[in-house]
């Protein structure tokens, strides 16, 4: 829903888009594209979007973010993969949600090229953080990378009726990520921290971070802090 009502959490996005210049594509990493084996990667000149989700109203059904992709970006980033020893293929397939959604608000003319990359499985942190590391070369020709999930993310737990704020176990998961970060940690440990079994049931949605971290480096910067029906953390950080 946030891609209908986006809120503080959107014009944050479309203030860090607007102070983007120059960029010639973007990167993202998806919580919503698992691929057994290697790292895929979108490579449709015209990918298009996947409405990959059901049981919400007309009007999300009807959005579109009409993005090139980039044949030549992705093979850049497969062979950087590969030079990194990972291995990676090109795949033709739309973009989903979890990119199409915050690249609306971030980037809302759709006029730079979209390459998203999958989640392996199986998968770690390390492997993760190692393909961060090896994408971030991208960085210096104005590519901009980014991960697409969620701190908190527990479907189970929501509150719909958003009756109070974030739930202890979420706000103590959201606070020990945000603290290793700031220490230049690089979370690898996260299934120790308090409230992980709460907040992270299922690794996807924070698994995004790890490549931003890989290509990041540095501790980021928060650029937003909310929540959604109290399991859910819009968390947004910025590598510089």
Known sequence: MLALEGGSWGQTLGAQGRALKGLRGVLVCSAHWETPGPFHLTSAPRPGILHDFSGFPDALFDLDYPALGSPLLARKA??????????????PRPLDHGT???LRYLL?????????LSLPRPR???????AGRALAALRQTAVLIVGSG???????RLDWAEASGPRPWAEAFDSWVRAELAAGHDLSDWRTAPGAAESVPTSEHLDPLFVALGAGG????????GWQLGSLSLTIYRFA
């Open 108 to 116: 809302p003319d759709a006029e730079v090229p979209v390459v998203q």
């Open 78 to 91: 497969a062979d950087l993969l590969a030079t990194a020893g990972l291995d990676a293929v090109l795949e």
């Open 100 to 102: 199409w959604v915050p």
């Open 218 to 225: 540095a501790p980021p910067e928060v650029l937003f802090d």
């Open 150 to 156: 969620g701190i908190v993310h527990n479907l189970g």
């Open 124 to 130: 770690t942190p390390a492997l993760l953080l190692a």
